[in-house]
């Protein structure tokens, strides 16, 4: 368990440290710095490699709170309905206590998810291990599915981003046969494009590019007082959390539907069922941050439960956690729990201290954090294609995956500035070669 | 009252056949994958694919034909390259590339710093001065974290 090693236990904390930061800066999401971190953590062992990327999953995810409350600027998309009732009450000078509201509901809810992970997934794991190899063609099906909900605005353009990832994972040597596809005679290309590489070009330098668009926008400064709330008014809100984990953990449970819609689903629940409101709910009701928070955090265990024993993620940053315990040995899906059960374990327990650590840095040195989000973009977006292009090289040493990178960087941007989604082509690379078998 | 047509934004027809276009020269080299007998042959699988790629672009291009209607190509071209290359934009994509092409001629830390520091600059997120202190305390601080905890070997 993380818990037993120092060096361990400081990784994670690391790693929640810097998600919390990564999640609240604008412009960084938790799926660019798991790409990169994959890159980075690549030679390391896998418990020390999944100690920081538990952390920085748990933090990120988290962290997008923190601007959505002082800037109206939601760090992730699973933040959106955080800022509904997290601004305004940033506007009347409750900005701190909207962030401890936010930390404690979020810590709540990632423990009630991790308890459920931790008791569903070895029931649905045995069940699974009843699957033919039909069942495992369907599972792969119902995969490339999840593009529906990852489209955005346009299912056929889903579609074809799914499909242009699954092309991607197919350039190269077919595994099976020895026989080279979409080669063009290139010896470099018979060990195909490495998908790491691909994923930062996708969401690094891409996202990058797209942030320059808002190179003029300036972030409002907020005055944070009181952080940590009272016991009274987390006990008055005690069942609406329980019932927003509980909505979390469903949610994530289900394949293809990630933290973004728990929050949204959880703040529609505590609208319609929250009678006496502390305000109204848009005015900065404490209700209307508790619900969003509580739900999305819980969503992490319960996107890991399809995500560990099935192997199907349930949305982008979820891929691409699935690519980086594949690059570690690991095989998400049936067999997990069978071939590496200490592993599965292993996560659960660094799922656990990251939430330990996001209670202690969520409530500590929010003052400080305030003025960090207001950091320009003109230093940041540099500062990410550098760390982009440091990251890609680390894969293999080799000039030709940074060329790949920002091959696939420009044209992701095209592709996004036309409505095109990442998140599917992700999906596609990481579930091309299962199909492909 | 003559209905308004909702206009896609302009290049995305352009788009769509080159991605047309790609699919098309995916699916014929799927097909010159040798020994295409069965499903099961290394070449099933990419044909099926390209042919959904095939499928969805011509479904977008049919769906939104209507609005696409209302522009002439070079028209469209026009008003395409200042919406998805707006001067800084295009200007900055040519910094990157330029940057990743002098990596090695130049190596990672010349070209590095030159990178930042001009970025810092075109950006407008930090003056001179402030530029070349930032550069210096990142550069050292990758230096330190990437050599020693990451272990990124250098070029």
Not at chain 2, 54 to 73: G, P
């Amino acid at each position: 368990m993380a818990f037993s090693s120092i060096k361990m236990t400081a990784l994670v904390a690391l790693g929640t440290f810097c998600g919390i930061y990564i999640g609240a800066i604008p412009g960084l999401s938790v799926t660019m710095a798991v790409s990169i971190l994959i890159s980075f953590t690549f030679s390391w062992d896998v418990n020390n490699a999944l100690c920081l990327m538990g952390g920085v999953y748990c933090g990120g995810v988290y962290g997008g709170s923190r601007s959505a409350i002082l800037l109206n600027i939601p760090g992730a998309p699973a933040a959106v309905a955080t800022g509904f009732d997290g601004y305004p009450l940033a506007k009347l000078g409750e900005a701190g206590i909207a962030i401890g509201l936010a930390t404690t509901a979020s810590v709540i809810g990632g423990f009630m998810g991790i308890i459920a992970l931790a008791t569903c997934a070895p029931i649905i794991s045995k069940f699974s291990l009843m699957f033919a190899p039909r069942d495992y063609f369907l599972l792969a099906i119902m995969g490339i599915l999840l593009v529906g909900s990852l489209s955005g605005e346009s299912l056929a353009k889903g579609m074809f981003a799914g499909a242009l990832g699954v092309f991607l994972s197919m350039i190269g040597m077919d595994t099976f046969t020895g026989m080279g596809r979409f080669t063009f005679g290139s010896v470099g290309l018979m060990c195909g494009i490495h998908f790491v590489a691909i994923m930062i070009g996708l969401f690094g330098v891409s996202e990058a590019l797209v942030q320059i668009h808002d190179l003029h926008i300036k972030p409002m400064k907020q005055d944070v007082k009181k952080i940590i709330p009272s016991w009274r008014l987390l006990f008055k809100h005690l069942p609406l959390i329980i019932k927003s984990a509980l909505i979390g953990i469903w949610i994530g449970a289900l394949p293809g539907a990630g933290g973004d819609i728990a929050a949204l689903m959880a703040y529609g629940h505590a609208r319609r069922s929250v009678k006496n409101p502390s305000r109204p709910f848009g005015e900065g009701a404490y209700e209307g941050v508790i619900a969003p928070e509580t739900a999305n955090n819980a969503c992490i265990g319960g996107d890991n439960i399809p995500m560990l024993t099935l192997g199907v993620p349930g949305d982008a940053v979820t891929a691409v956690i699935i690519g980086a315990l594949y690059i570690h040995g690991l095989k998400p899906g049936p067999m997990l729990m069978v071939d590496t059960p200490h592993l599965f374990w292993f996560w659960v327990g660094t799922l656990t201290l990251a939430n330990i650590f996001l209670l202690i840095f969520g409530l500590s040195g929010v003052r400080i954090f305030a003025k960090l989000v207001e950091i320009r973009k003109g230093l940041l977006l540099p500062i990410i294609i550098m760390i982009s292009v440091v990251g890609t090289y680390a894969i293999n040493n080799s000039l030709t995956d940074v060329y790949w990178m920002l091959g696939f960087g420009i044209f992701g941007y095209i592709l996004k500035m036309y409505g095109f989604q990442m998140g599917p082509i992700v999906l596609g690379i990481i579930l091309g070669p299962p199909h492909g078998r | 009252m003559e209905d308004k047509i909702e206009q896609n934004p302009p290049g995305e027809r352009i788009l769509l056949w080159f991605l047309f276009l790609f699919s098309i020269f995916i699916l014929v080299n799927a097909f010159m994958i040798p020994h295409l007998k069965n499903l099961s042959s290394s070449g099933a699988f990419p044909i099926f694919i390209a042919s959904i790629m095939i499928l969805c672009t011509l479904r977008i291009l049919w769906k939104n034909h209507t609005r696409y209607s209302a522009f002439k190509i070079g028209e469209e071209i026009g008003k395409a390259i200042p919406l998805v290359f707006p001067k800084t934009v295009a200007i900055y994509t040519m910094i990157i590339i330029l940057y990743i092409l002098l990596l090695y001629p130049l190596h990672f830390w010349v070209s590095s710093s030159l990178f930042l520091i001009g970025s810092f600059l075109f950006l407008r997120g930090a003056k001179i001065i402030r530029s070349f202190f930032i550069t210096a305390a990142f550069l050292t601080s990758i230096y330190f974290l990437f050599q020693y905890l990451f272990r990124v070997i250098f070029w």
